[in-house]
């Protein structure tokens, strides 16, 4: 494990962003397109957590994200944050609020 300082984790943006819409990428097993709203804007990320989940079943779902990642493309589609999870024997388990919060809210 990388040891990083204070500084440099104040400048990682925690946001709860909310999925509005979550598809399968064509070509890809692993990989979900999801749209999700962060406050007043809604962003695209390329999730790589289309093993674990149905994308029907995530729409309306409350998740945490790195919101200011500098933009990447996975398979020619742009990604414009991290979602966060877990991983375990399983896959990945999403990182969610407990209880309902406000789109945006930064997270401490």
């Known amino acids: 494990m990388e040891i990083i300082s204070f500084e440099e984790f104040k400048k990682i943006e925690l946001r709860v962003a909310k999925i509005i819409m979550a598809e399968r990428v064509e070509g890809s ?63 990945p388990v999403l990182v969610c609020p407990e209880k309902e919060v406000l789109s945006g809210t930064e997270i401490k």
């Open 29 to 91: 097993d692993k990989l979900l397109k999801l749209r999700v709203g962060l406050g007043g804007e809604e962003r695209q990320i390329i999730a790589g957590i289309g093993k674990s989940y149905e994308p029907e079943n995530l729409i309306g779902r409350e998740i945490a994200v790195v919101a200011n990642l500098e933009p990447r493309a996975l398979m020619g589609l742009e990604s414009q944050g991290m979602i966060l999870c877990a991983s375990d024997e399983n896959g």
